[in-house]
């Protein structure tokens, strides 16, 4: 079965702090992994792209890997600020159908 | 570049009534174009995929009419929600993707609540 779980399910972090997000992948054949950010209320927006042969890909404070072996992938968020404070959602593309397969993301919440 | 609005942002309707969300590309062609549902503390659920000019294509376990897509123009896509329940309230979200390209563009989305 095509999914994708994502850990922890929520997290709270102080102000300034650093966090990874982690994501599990079982969907086959796989074509992308993006990571989106979803503030309450609002769409998803795309912070990260990434193909089978990506390993590592940054914007600006968020760091994606991707361990296309182990099917697993993880969004490094550094020095958080309050505005970090959203869902963040891990979304792979399955390779056969060209279908997103959604995971349930991680309600992050950076206190002052 | 890659925008895509929705509008309302925000509506409240009786049970019984139906409701129309426009989901525009403002500075690109989508050929096609996707709606999901997202109820609360959940994931994005896709509702069907719609390519300009043919008919939507829906998901299992999705009334096609019930919620009746449009996708009449390379830069608009209407879900209209018919004969809505209160069980029909959630967050409606659409996507574009251009011709070509893999890339989902996401729009705010619309709460929808019937009362």
């Known amino acids: 079965k095509n999914q994708v779980e994502q850990s922890p399910q929520s997290l709270i972090i102080l102000e300034g702090k650093n966090c990874t997000l982690q994501?599990?992948?079982?969907?086959?054949?796989?074509?992308?992994l993006r990571w989106y950010k979803q503030d309450t209320g609002r769409g998803p927006v795309s912070l990260t792209i990434m193909t089978f042969s990506e390993n590592t890909k940054s914007n600006g404070r968020y760091t994606a890997t991707l361990d296309a072996d182990t099917k697993q992938s993880s969004l490094h968020i550094t020095a958080s600020q309050l505005s970090d404070s959203a869902s963040y959602i891990c979304?792979?593309?399955?390779?056969?159908?060209?279908?997103?397969?959604f995971g349930t993301g991680t309600r992050l919440l950076v206190s002052p | 570049g890659a925008v895509v609005s929705q509008h309302p942002s925000r509506v409240i309707c009786k049970s019984g009534t139906s409701v129309k969300i426009e989901c525009r590309s403002l500075d690109f062609q989508a050929t096609t174009m996707f709606w999901y549902r997202q109820f609360p503390k959940q994931s994005l659920m896709l509702m069907a995929t719609?390519?300009?000019?043919?008919?939507?294509?829906?998901e299992q376990g999705v009334e096609k009419d019930k919620f009746l897509i449009n996708h009449a123009s390379l830069t608009l896509s209407t879900l209209t929600v018919t004969s809505a329940h209160p069980e029909d309230s959630s967050f409606y979200i659409c996507s574009a993707q251009g011709q070509g390209g893999d890339e989902q563009y996401f729009g705010p989305g619309t709460r929808l609540t019937v009362t």
């Open positions: 719609s390519n300009e000019g043919s008919k939507a294509t829906y």
């Open positions: 994501c599990n992948y079982t969907v086959s054949p796989f074509s992308n």
């Open positions: 979304v792979v593309t399955h390779g056969g159908f060209q279908k997103l397969v």
